[in-house]
């Protein structure tokens, strides 16, 4: 069985007398369950998991029961220790008030019952966890599948990796591209916007949501202000309000909007975004096409392997400890810039005929980062930068 490597840091957290609460955050389908039972099972330790993604009402006395259940069981046991995990713990309304009072219930009473709480709305589980549980935990963030781990684990080539990206569940249905296509759109797109956003922050015109998602998806790669959204949309409101749909979209793992690089922080929030997909799967569903026709237009194709450099960057940027920008100056630009303590690095990707690029030697004069990386045909092969860490750049 393919185990993803944040097991090994998790098993040994877990292993400490008293640790601090886990929460493993992220997209749904990328293995947080999956992960999670991999990790009770190489413990040993006397365990229950629940899973509140079907609780109805509130869930805050199911929350309570379930915390009773694992006390019941340590107590009647021989063992130590205890393992309690949740599932999906955002759905549980004050969840993070109840998992601090019946923390701080067993902290003094010396009732050693370890919590993992697991989450796919990474903006409800971060307010949680700044509100009520300061100083009792500790956060692990599951990205999409990376290249590396699907081609272990699936045999998936770099060109099936651009195209179909890292969702794991759906690496079975590839020889059947529509097939995958209504798995991606209705079981992983729908149900994130339905039960990650919809149900459970305020969203005054979901119906705007979506379809910024798709116009996201259709112009991924591409910097638009809020205005031409605004112009691109019906009943649009204000952009204010595309802003913060773009945020919940980002959050819960689909779509984000990579701000401009000026060196400036106070400028960075006020720039035209660029979207960019976060799996390439959410891109490749919206298409007719098919994998052999894409391929065989090196133009086209080119959007593709940009779209999954972007998204490789984005997905490592929160547990690596760095942030993704683009930058443009008039006619100049470069795809991607990586802003780590102060040490810049420039990304541009080229990986079709044309590998002339500009943009670099314009970005260096103006903000002398520290490095500048052509990803394509004369630079850093694209299929070898979708392996490494982006860490490793800095």
């Known amino acids: 069985m393919f185990e993803r490597p944040y097991i090994e840091q998790l098993t040994k957290r877990m292993l400490e007398p008293r640790s601090f609460i886990q929460v493993l955050m992220g997209p749904r389908q990328v293995g947080k369950s999956t992960l999670t039972g991999q990790v009770l099972t190489k413990l040993n330790v006397p365990h229950l998991f629940a899973a509140a993604d079907s ?10 029961q379930q915390w009773e259940m694992a006390r019941f069981q340590l107590r009647s046991s021989e063992a130590s220790e205890f393992i309690l995990a949740v599932d999906e713990i955002q759905k549980i309304t004050n969840w993070s008030e109840i998992v601090k009072k019946l923390w701080d219930e067993d902290t003094r009473s010396k009732q050693n019952i370890k919590v993992i709480l697991l989450g796919s709305s990474r903006l409800l589980l971060q307010q949680g966890l700044t509100e009520s549980l300061a100083g009792r935990f500790e956060t692990t963030y599951l990205g999409h599948w990376s290249f590396a781990e699907m081609e272990t684990a699936f045999g998936v080539t770099a060109e099936e990796y651009v195209w179909f990206g890292g969702y794991p569940g759906a690496a079975a249905l590839t020889a ?7 798995y991606v ?19 005054d015109k979901p119906a705007l949501l979506r379809k910024l998602f798709e116009l ?26 595309l802003a913060h749909y773009l945020q919940l979209l980002d959050t819960a793992g689909l779509l984000a909007g990579i701000e401009k690089y000026t060196g400036e922080q106070l400028r960075q929030r006020s720039s035209s975004p660029k979207f960019q997909v976060h799996n390439t799967a959410l891109l490749t569903a919206q298409q007719g096409a098919s994998l052999g026709e894409v391929n065989n237009k090196p133009d086209v194709w080119g959007r593709w392997v940009e779209a999954a450099i972007g998204a490789h960057l984005v997905n490592h ?5 760095y942030t993704v920008h683009y930058w443009r100056h008039r006619n100049d630009e470069i795809d991607f810039v990586l802003e780590k303590r102060g040490k810049i690095v420039g990304i541009e990707v080229k990986s079709g005929a044309i590998q002339k690029a500009p943009g670099m030697e314009a970005f260096k004069k103006q903000h002398e980062p520290d490095k500048v990386l052509l990803v394509g ?7 070898e930068f979708l392996k490494i860490s982006p860490a490793q750049l800095f």
């Open 55 to 64: 609780v109805a009402n509130s869930g805050e006395v199911w929350l309570e």
């Open 317 to 321: 940027q929160l547990s690596e400890g």
């Open 185 to 203: 759109n209705d079981a992983l797109i729908e149900t994130s916007i339905s039960k990650d956003i919809l149900m459970l922050t305020r969203v």
């Open 176 to 182: 059947d591209e529509e097939r995958w296509k209504k």
């Open 216 to 241: 996201g998806c259709l112009y991924s790669g591409q910097i638009l202000s809020y205005t031409k959204i605004v112009g691109q949309l019906q009943d649009a409101g204000n952009t204010t309000t």
């Open 377 to 383: 045909n004369s630079g850093v092969p694209w299929q």
